[in-house]
């Protein structure tokens, strides 16, 4: 079946470290994007990306980074400047072109906790 | 900036009762429309979504929502609430005036008591 691969489901980290999240999607998607969700405050773009070797800021960017080495792979990087991470990731994807390009297909969620 | 607003953060309904949440968006004269429903520390699965034509759509799990694009509002609908529908809701924005990107309001928490 396809669909987008979130890893890990829980994630917990110390202050001060770096972790990666993993988001695969088999859609053969172009678009790829990263979500971060906090309680009242729905979803907020962090990274976007239309293509491969492509992405761009979004809303919150600053102390994350990702990357986009393949189609099926949009790697989230949270990094020690990001000063309140613990949240709910998500990652989507869409098919790129026309009015099918808004409809975002979403993955289950990664849940980082900062000790 | 662009921005979609769900005026009712908790809705609490019987269950048989009707459902309506509302939405609204800022701006758009091609809005794309999009209904989302969250389960508890899952993602989020598409109920329905409206791109142009008939301005009542259809979705699934007996959903329907209504573009008004003189109330810029699409609001979702159900006739009739099960005890399974209890969950968040998010409405969603895209098209090219919110550079094909989709702004997210803050959801709706439905609680349905029997």
């Known amino acids: 079946d396809g669909g987008i691969t979130q890893s890990p489901k829980y994630l917990f980290r110390k202050e001060g470290q770096n972790v990666t999240l993993s988001c695969e999607q088999n859609?053969?998607?172009?678009?790829m994007y990263w979500y971060r969700q906090d309680p009242g405050q729905g979803l907020r773009l962090i990274y976007y990306?239309?293509?491969?070797?492509?992405?761009q800021k979004g809303d919150i960017a600053e102390g994350y980074s990702v990357s986009r080495e393949k189609k099926e792979s949009f790697p989230l990087t949270v990094t020690s400047a990001q000063k309140n991470p613990t949240a709910f990731y998500l990652c989507?994807?869409?098919?790129?072109?026309?009015?099918?390009?808004?409809?975002?297909?979403f993955g289950p969620g990664t849940r980082l906790t900062v000790l | 900036a662009q921005s979609v607003t769900q005026p009712d953060i908790h809705i609490t309904v019987s269950e048989g009762a009707s459902l309506e949440l509302r939405c609204n968006y800022s701006?758009?004269?091609?809005?794309?429309l999009f209904w989302y429903v969250q389960s508890p520390g899952q993602g989020l699965q598409l109920l329905l979504k409206?791109?142009?034509?008939?301005?009542l759509v259809q979705g699934i799990k007996g959903f329907e929502a209504e573009f008004k694009r003189s109330q810029s509002s699409f609001n979702l609908r159900k006739p009739s609430v099960h005890w399974s529908d209890a969950a968040e809701y998010f409405c969603?924005?895209?098209?090219?005036?919110?550079?094909?990107?989709?702004?997210f309001g803050a959801g709706t928490i439905l609680r349905v008591k029997s």
């Open positions: 990306s239309q293509i491969v070797n492509d992405f």
């Open positions: 969603a924005v895209g098209g090219m005036e919110y550079g094909n990107k989709l702004v």
């Open positions: 989507a994807s869409s098919p790129r072109g026309g009015s099918s390009y808004n409809e975002q297909f």
């Open positions: 409206y791109f142009s034509g008939d301005t």
């Open positions: 859609l053969n998607h172009d678009a």
């Open positions: 701006y758009g004269a091609t809005p794309y």
